[in-house]
Structures are given as C-alpha cells and as structure tokens.
C-alpha cells in the first residue's frame, strides 16, 4: 500500500497508523499524528481503493452503506499490511495505535472488529459502526477514543453511542468526546484526543 514511514525518536512509544478520510491521502494526517505525539513513528497509509478518484480505505454503495465483502478483504489487506511493515521497518507489531478520520477511523474500526490484536488501542475520529451482525473479539486492554461531532450528518450520535456500546461489550475501554461540531475535524477534538492518549496510552 502505498504510505509515508517516519521513524520516531522514541523507539518504546507506539506507531501511530494514520488513515485518512474519503478523498485524502496519507500526508493528511500528519499534523494530526505529531500534535498526538511528536516522539512516535508514523505509518500513513493510503486508501487502495478509489471512488471516481477519491482514495478509500474500502468500497461504498451509497454514502454511509458499506460493500461489506470488500470492507472484510481490506480489512485483511491492511492487516496484512501492517505485519508486513513491522517486519520491513523493524519495530513492535504489538505496539500500533491507529489514528483514523471518517472513511480512515471505520477501517480502524473494522481491523479492532475483526482482529484480536491488530491494534494496540485507537483514536477514531467521526467513526461509524463498520458492521453490523458480527461478533467481535476480546477487546480487553484496548484503550479507544471516539471523536463525534452532536451535529454530524454523516456519522449520527446514534452511530458513535451503537460503535461505543458495541466496543465497551467486547471490554474496551472507551471514551467519547463530544463538540458541538459536524462532520470535520476540529483542533479541539484533536487536543481531547492528544490529551487521552498522554493518559491512557503512552502511560501503559
Ligand atoms: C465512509 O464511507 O466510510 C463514511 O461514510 C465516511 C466517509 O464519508 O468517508
């Protein structure tokens, strides 16, 4: 896949998997990434799939209805991905946060779904529950921030509070920020999210 890797200056703390939203690419979240923590390696990725030349992480049929089989073979294909990297680029494949936004944050989402261990914890900004139906692995000892916006069309508060329940179920621990906001990414949102991860994930 094709992605940005910038090696940290603290080899312990976590590598942040930034995944970008409908449209982006993997230098979107860069700024996001250093603002969580500027001493972490970064793995951007790019989305494989494209929407009229619009990089995704998976295929839609309409806004908000996912293509569930080829959201389950790019779940596995960014798995795949992810072993692949920590063997390439030499660090702790036990030791991955993801930082997704939108598109990028339900492609997290997906992985914590249907993978034990693909990730460490998560921050999952405007999120939505990635699928319905499925039974989901034992969470416990994974740390997850949601970031919602009251007023966001796309991802409604019944969304985050169905993905929130459906993660504290299989033992997450997970915390929702609100803000007053829509569908964007706000620098406040980013600040709750920056401030969670010193409490909860670069203590463990
Ligand atoms: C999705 O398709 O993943 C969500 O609707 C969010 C987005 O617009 O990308």
Redesign the pocket.
Same mark, same amino acid.
């Given at each position: 896949m094709k992605h940005i890797f910038k090696e940290g200056k603290n080899k312990d703390a976590p590598v942040l998997l930034l995944l970008h %939203?409908?449209g982006g690419t993997e230098e979107d979240l860069l700024e996001v990434g250093r603002m969580i923590d500027d001493e972490a390696s970064i793995l951007s990725v790019r989305g494989n799939v494209s929407e009229n030349g619009m990089p995704?992480f998976f295929r839609?049929l309409a806004? %908000?209805v996912f293509d569930e089989e080829d959201l389950v073979f790019r779940t596995k294909e960014l798995h795949d991905f992810l072993d692949d990297s920590a063997e390439k680029y030499e660090f702790d494949r036990e030791n991955i946060v993801a930082v997704g936004y939108? /598109?990028g944050a /339900?492609i997290a989402g997906s992985l914590l779904f249907h993978y034990k261990n693909a990730l460490k914890g998560a921050l999952l900004h405007h999120p939505?529950v990635p699928r319905k139906g499925v039974v989901l692995p034992d969470l416990q000892g994974k740390a997850i921030f949601i970031g919602a916006g009251a007023n966001d069309p796309?991802c409604p508060p019944e969304e985050t509070e169905g993905l929130s329940r459906l993660l504290k179920e299989a033992g997450a621990d997970v915390k929702v920020q609100w803000e007053q906001s829509g569908h964007q990414l706000t620098l406040e949102e980013v600040q709750g999210a920056a401030e969670w991860y010193k409490n909860y994930i670069r203590k463990t």
């Open positions: %939203g409908t995704r839609r806004e %908000g939108s /598109n /339900n939505m796309i």
